[in-house]
């Protein structure tokens, strides 16, 4: 075996990953490819803080404890050990020590573990000066406090999507397209595929077709290689208001699509045609499970709110019952159909419940829709999507422009990570909704503020 070199050594870095990154990813530690890999003391005992409960960030902290526990085995990880998934360095946790030049307590205040992190990746600048010591952090606060004194500090880049405003659209509309295929394609005859010249062939996307005052509204399966008309036809009496709406629908509708995003800002219909997609499939699932994450206020968990579980949650899923009596409220004057639909509720053929209540279960035959998906991390994008069983169709909705989760954005969301790495998936549409339907005082805020 070759000897190292000393460029080899000091060509490492040293990355100090704080608490955000692990509850991001438990699995961080891993993804530095060659290069040393530090946690402070601190985080550890964060975790342990974090290490009961049914959250995802609780699933993060004990994933990364049993993780390190078996890095570790019989040996002190107050040294560098190596970690065990090829191709990647070493790993040390940081014990509560001071750094001898500068003291991040001294300058920050003391008793805060922000700053005792800070003094970890201090101490290791000074015990390395020929490496580039790194603090990874999804807090940007504590980046700048840290670039303050003259530490390097970065963004967790692991699953980020790079130049988001060019995500995936799921939608391509076509000016001056021949007025002849808009034609054939109205009257349902077969076409050669290759003589349409669609832009994109390698997954499910939806086309405007235009030519003058013609237009037409089309979908491309990419798995069975064929193009069919989209109907711009109500669903449980709500009638798309746009194409990008009808796109919608008949995404939810399609049952060869399995998975459907919706994105888009507030007013455009997610939420709605999502639901009314549910009921108007109400026959062929199970169950219809609504669900959205909890992103508590003030940093303070649901717990300290009054009353019992459904009480504590109703407030957060109030958005969701508001799109369902809107749904009731245009069947005013048919008794049978609200009856059926608080029947349905009652029998909790229809669920509107917390995300964290679902864990551990199996989506068999369900329709399951996720609103407000921004507020995800890409691995809870994954374990949903992972729990599906036989017959179940999942939906995520959401804006990833509006993010209330404070170590996410709209580049390291669950939603956005979806979008770009399920795109040429055959069992995937998607679609993004830009004209707000609410109101014109509604789409006001969105444009002008």
């Known amino acids: 075996m070759a000897k190292k070199s000393k460029s080899d050594t000091t060509s490492k870095k040293i990355f100090v990953l704080d608490t955000s990154v692990i509850l991001y990813d438990h699995d961080a530690i891993n993804n530095f490819q060659e290069h040393y890999v530090a946690i402070p003391i601190q985080v550890l005992e964060e975790l342990d803080n974090f290490k009961s409960g049914n959250d995802t960030r609780n699933f993060e902290a004990r994933s990364f404890i049993r993780l390190i526990d078996n890095v570790a085995k019989q040996k002190l990880i107050s040294n560098w050990v190596p970690l065990q998934k090829p191709n990647t360095g070493m790993f040390k ?13 001294d300058i920050y205040g003391k008793g805060k573990t922000d700053n005792k992190i800070l003094n ?82 390698n997954a499910n996307h939806f086309y405007i077709l235009k030519n003058k005052r013609k237009t037409l509204n089309i979908f491309y399966n990419y798995h069975l290689k064929t193009v069919t008309t989209v109907a711009n036809e109500s669903i449980f009496k709500i009638k798309p208001k746009n194409p990008e709406q009808a796109f919608a629908i008949d995404a939810l509708l399609n049952p060869d699509i399995k998975l459907v995003s919706i994105q888009g800002n507030a ?104 609103d407000e998906a921004q507020n995800l991390t890409p691995h809870e994008v994954k374990t949903i999507i992972s729990r599906a069983g036989e017959h179940t169709k999942i939906v995520f909705t959401g804006d990833i422009y509006q993010i209330d989760t404070p170590y996410l954005d709209s580049e390291s969301n669950g939603l956005s990570y979806l979008i770009e790495n399920a795109k040429n998936h055959p069992l995937y549409a998607h679609i993004t909704l830009q004209k707000g339907e609410r109101s014109e005082l509604a789409n006001l805020a969105n444009e002008l503020l």
Do not use: H
């Open 93 to 105: 946790v940081i014990m509560g020590e001071k750094p001898k030049l500068i003291n991040a307590e």
């Open 267 to 370: 007013g455009t219909g997610k939420t709605l045609l999502a639901l009314a997609s549910a009921l108007e499939q109400r026959r062929d699932f199970r169950q219809i499970y609504i669900t959205r994450p909890i992103v508590s206020l003030s940093n303070k968990d649901i717990g300290f709110l009054p009353g019992d579980a459904k009480s504590k949650t109703d407030p957060f899923m109030a958005p969701i019952w508001d799109n369902l009596r809107f749904i009731k409220e245009q069947f005013n004057g048919d008794e049978k159909m609200i009856a059926k639909i608080d029947e349905l509720i009652n029998t909790e053929k229809i669920a509107i419940a917390p995300l964290a209540f679902i864990r551990g279960r199996t989506l068999t035959k369900i329709f399951f829709i996720i």
């Open 120 to 201: 970890a990746a201090l101490i290791l600048k000074e015990e390395n000066p020929n490496k580039k010591v790194i603090l990874v952090s999804k807090d940007i606060c504590l980046r700048l406090k840290a670039k303050a004194l003259d530490v390097n500090a970065e963004d967790y880049e692991t699953g980020k999507i790079k130049n988001v405003d060019e995500l995936y659209a799921g939608k391509t509309e076509l000016n001056n397209f021949p007025e002849d295929f808009i034609e054939m394609l109205k009257r349902k005859e077969a076409i050669n595929l290759d003589d349409l010249n669609l832009p994109v062939k």
